[in-house]
Structure formats: C-alpha cells, structure tokens
C-alpha cells in the first residue's frame, strides 16, 4: 500500500523565492497534518486538515505561511517569501481520524540560503 | 507546562541492558497513547499504541499510569538497531494527538 507522497524530497532555494510543498495522504484518510522539524525546536504542528477543511492553524507561523486541501488526495504548504529562519524537514502525516495513529511522509528537507 | 514532556537524553546504554523512558502529560481527560520511533534523518514511525492495561510486543512493554499521568517504554535485550528517537504522543483537549520532543537512545556495543 503507498504511505504518505511528499515531494520534493529536497529543496534548496534562495530567501525571497517562493516555496510549494506537496502531499498526498493515505487514500481514506480524513485527517492531514503538516509539521515542521528541526533541532532546536522539535516536530512542530502548522496546521491540520478534517475531511479537506483547515480546522487548526495556529501553528503556522505567519502569513507567509500557507497550506491548502483541494481535495482529498492533496495538500499544499507554500511559504512566500522564504527566509533562512524556514529551513527545516517539513512532514506531512495522514490518519483515519485526528485522533487515530498518524502515518507520515518521509519528508522534504528544505534549506533557504 | 508543556502538554507532553519527555527526558530529551541521551540514553547511552550497552547491548544487552534495559532501558526505560517516562512521558508524562498534562491534560487529565487524554484517552490515546502512542509511543512512535524516528531513526537519525528519517520520520516518525509508530512504534506501538499503548493500553491501559499496559502491552507487550516483543522486547517492548508499554504501561501507562492514569493517576500520576504517565506513560512509560521499557526496552529489555536492547540491540544496536533500538537506537533512535523515541516520541511519546498523547491526544490533547482537542482530542488531537500531541508529539512529545522525543528521549534518544544511543545503544553502544
């Protein structure tokens, strides 16, 4: 069975530059989740997604933040404009219900220079 | 305080020990527990739920402790492969899971 898609796996980019990050959930999955990760501040929650609604987003940091669910089968997180401060792993993780075990993406290892 | 608190490490353990890790969490009316595993540059992956009459799989035995609100992962005959990051989850009020910063686990030979 395919797990959670994340792409791209890797990013490098300049600050200013528009970032687009993609996933695709567990097909029957209700819940999404987008988290970000790294050392000094842990998995952090962005924002979470029922049944293609944003119902939570007060992680994201700020309004260069944003992440969308047209449908049920994908999710974006895009940050615009880029700042070196974003560079972390970004997770995107789906589950049956929000509070169901959550299954996650390998990942995408962003970098802002 | 924070909703899910755990001792970061490192555990540095030799082959072969038993190790055990705590977690405790604040909100009283939680009702789901996980333990889940990150190796170094990878996700996280869950490891096992944990009951309230507390599981075994394997090596691994999971308890939780209503009263004082604490979960705890025992680890017996530990290998080399056990190290990793191990995250306590718990779902929070609004019923969602919340991921604890994780205990590292370094098991040397």
């Known amino acids: 069975d395919a797990g959670v898609i994340q792409s791209p796996r890797h990013e490098v980019t300049e600050m200013g530059q528009e970032v687009t990050l993609r996933c695709k959930p567990i097909s029957g999955h209700n819940s999404l989740f987008w988290y970000r990760q790294t050392m000094m501040r842990g998995l952090e929650l962005l924002i979470y997604?029922?049944?293609?609604?944003?119902?939570?987003d007060s992680g994201m940091p700020e309004d260069r933040f944003s992440a969308k669910m047209p449908n049920a089968s994908f999710s974006t997180l895009k940050i615009q404009p880029s700042e070196p401060r974003d560079s972390a792993v970004y997770f995107c993780a789906s589950s049956l219900t929000k509070d169901q075990p959550q299954h996650f993406g390998d990942g995408t290892r962003l970098s802002i220079l | 305080r924070k909703e899910v608190e755990q001792d970061p490490g490192p555990f540095n353990v030799p082959e072969g020990a038993t190790v055990a890790f705590n977690c405790t969490y604040s909100?009283?009316?939680?009702?789901?527990f996980f333990w889940y595993r990150q190796d170094c540059r990878k996700e996280p992956k869950l490891l096992m739920s944990?009951?309230?009459s507390g599981n075994e799989d394997g090596r691994f035995t999971a308890q939780l402790n209503r009263a004082s609100q604490y979960i705890s992962l025992l680890i017996r005959d530990s290998k080399l492969s056990d190290s990793a990051t191990y995250l306590c989850v718990v779902n929070n009020a609004g019923n969602m899971l919340t991921f604890g910063g994780g205990t590292r686990l370094m098991v040397k030979p």
């Open positions: 997604f029922n049944n293609n609604v944003p119902i939570d």
């Open positions: 909100n009283s009316a939680s009702q789901s």
């Open positions: 944990v009951y309230s």
